[in-house]
């Protein structure tokens, strides 16, 4: 059963501390988001798991080998995609792969058998071409590719679709949700809650250096309620109307047929407010406008304390 | 997933790599077109003197073979300089070192993989010039020494102890042009300096690279001096500037280029195993 654990890791640059003591305990085939704003401490707790960066204090341990006492045992299991790894641009992506699959001692037909599987479902360029002449997104899915051709049970992820197109977020989407139905365990730090929201069964919040938060998907949805909706209607509708439809606390026009509404937050008030929305005019959509996810990242951010003042230039 | 593998097999993988990486770049051409240029355009010169002319000049063949391999230090340090400057810093700028470093490979393993092809490479480029020499050698006294053979291994031997230096300064820099051109800065120019400050002051520069690597061409000299003290007459006053010349024993300076390489190569693997990637 794969494991991840970090206890008390501790990261400290000069006089900043990057990653306060955080502690988690992962395992098993299950997906992790973990979320943060920019300079919580997201990408350093990776790096602490790749071996990148060494811990001030505490361990990281994959599989129950410390990565800082035996990073080779530590990541041999393990696939990651820290910053933005960049395949050697005097190799080909064919390259690319067969070096990593020698690394991680698999044999010329794995590497063949995987390259081939992989250049389909990633649809991956051309793979004797030098990866210097690919585009951003095609290196990255080489090197995606490359993180799992030798199949890892850990699969540490620093928001994978940074910088992808649509079509490209998609196909890599669709294989890290097929990765953890397989029972692999990944830990992804990601800005996309609704992509976290498909992919992930739990999150771990971070700011400021510290763990807030660890809980599932579902128990974060169900306790932080969305009390926003969005509805549109197929022609013109008055905001007074809107705001006399029980149950809506608030109006607020987007367009002359857009509008987002304030209510309780309670399933059973979205049903009767649509069932009123459809008395007023034709519906043509009905949604939440936000995620229970981005309630929970917005409270969690707003309570916490703001960072201290940078010092003075000298 | 395939069970751990040995630390052997890794450096091959590493080592093939490397060295696939420099046979597709411009650097391996590039050096070897600039050392055949160098040893054509010697050659040329040379066959313009004419068999007379050259015999004059050096009347054996280890003299005119010394003479010829006088640039071989500068064509080692150019290609040691240019395939070990960038060698650890591509993985410490962030890119392909955030895939590579994330691989359960020991950093040791790595080096030790891209330092033999680095070696590999770098002999191969070197020994260019060492064929130009001995096909010159032929040509003029129908001879090559014996010698030759070690004068080549001090020249390998230096090599070593180049790569090693620019392989530590690739260890510090993130940026391989920085490490380039800081390792052919110290090596052009700095240790030169080193030397040169032993000239003057009378101690033998027994700290300098540069002094090892005289060995290369002090081993094919027919009237070999270690030490040689010269007077110059400055002014009517009768001062006098003491100038020092020394030469290295062949051994003395397969020593000095012994000790560059085994302390540069623990330094640099030394940083390169502690150093963090924070790009």
């Not at chain 1, 051309?126 to 590719?145: C, F, N, Y």
């Not at chain 1, 519906?283 to 703001?306: C, H, I, N």
């Not at chain 2, 591509?90 to 470093?101: A, I, N, R």
């Not at chain 2, 260890?171 to 051109?181: A, E, L, N």
């Amino acid at each position: 059963m794969p494991k991840l654990a970090a206890e008390g890791l501790t990261k400290r640059f000069a006089s900043t501390t990057a990653l306060d003591g955080a502690s988690f305990r992962l395992e098993g085939g299950t997906a992790v988001g973990y979320l943060g704003p920019n300079g919580a401490g997201k990408t350093t707790t990776l790096k602490l798991f790749t071996g990148f960066l060494r811990p001030t204090a505490g361990h990281a341990s994959i599989n129950d080998q410390d990565v800082a006492a035996d990073p080779k045992a530590a990541l041999w299991e393990v696939g990651a995609l820290v910053e933005t790894p960049e395949p050697y641009p005097a190799l080909t992506g064919r390259e690319t792969l067969s070096m990593i699959g020698e690394f991680r001692g698999l044999s010329r037909e794995q590497i063949r058998d995987g390259t081939e599987r992989y250049a389909n479902e990633l649809e991956l360029p051309p793979l004797d071409r030098r990866t210097a002449r690919l585009s951003k997104g095609q290196r990255q899915r080489i090197v995606l590719a490359g993180v799992l051709l030798c199949e890892p049970t850990v699969l540490l992820l620093d928001e994978p679709t940074s910088g992808l197109d649509p079509a490209e977020r998609v196909i890599i989407r669709n294989v890290l949700i097929r990765l953890k139905r397989e029972g692999r365990l990944l830990l992804m730090s990601s800005h996309l809650l609704q992509e976290v929201t498909e992919i992930c069964d739990r999150v771990i919040f971070i700011n400021q250096g510290k763990i807030l938060l660890e809980d599932s998907v579902a128990n974060l949805e169900s306790r932080f309620r969305v009390t926003r909706l969005e509805v549109e209607f197929a022609r013109p509708v008055e905001a007074a109307s809107l705001a006399a439809v029980p149950g809506v606390s608030a109006v607020e026009a987007l367009g002359p047929t857009r509008y987002r509404l304030g209510f309780g937050g309670a399933e059973d008030d979205r049903s009767r407010i649509l069932e009123s929305c459809q008395k007023l005019a034709p519906v043509s959509s009905f949604s939440r406008a936000s995620l229970g996810l981005e309630e929970a990242y917005l409270d969690l951010v707003r309570r916490a304390p703001l960072p201290p003042p940078p010092p003075p230039p000298r | 997933m395939a069970e751990p593998i040995r630390d052997l097999q890794q450096l091959r993988t590493a080592f093939v790599y490397q060295l696939r990486s420099y046979l597709r770049t411009w650097r391996f051409l590039g050096l070897l077109l600039f050392v055949a240029a160098v040893s054509t355009v010697i050659l040329v010169v040379q066959l313009h003197n004419g068999v007379a002319q050259v015999t004059a000049n050096h009347p054996s063949a280890s003299d005119e073979l010394s003479a010829y391999l006088a640039e071989i230090t500068n064509v080692v340090v150019i290609t040691g300089a240019f395939l070990g400057g960038d060698a650890l810093a591509v993985d410490l700028g962030g890119g392909p070192g955030y895939l590579m470093l994330s691989q359960p490979v020991r950093r040791r393993t790595l080096f030790a993989g891209r330092f033999l092809a680095a070696a590999l490479v770098g002999v191969v480029v070197s020994g260019v010039y060492y064929v130009f020499a001995a096909a010159t050698v032929q040509y003029f006294y129908g001879t090559v020494p014996a010698a030759i053979l070690l004068s080549v291994g001090l020249a390998i031997l230096f090599l070593l102890a180049v790569l090693a230096l620019a392989f530590f300064f690739s260890s510090f820099f993130k940026s391989p042009g920085v490490s380039i051109v800081s390792t052919l800065l110290i090596l052009l120019i700095g240790f030169p300096i080193l030397t040169e400050a032993g000239t003057l002051s009378g101690v033998e520069p027994w700290y300098s690279l540069d002094y090892g690597s005289q060995a290369i061409t002090s081993v094919l000299a027919s009237n070999f001096t270690h030490e040689t003290v010269s007077h110059l007459g400055l002014g009517r006053k009768g001062a006098t500037l003491t100038i020092y010349t020394f030469l290295p024993y062949p051994w003395e300076g397969a020593l000095i280029l012994a000790v560059y390489l085994v302390v540069f190569v623990a330094l640099s693997l030394a940083v390169y195993r502690y150093r963090e990637v924070r790009a």
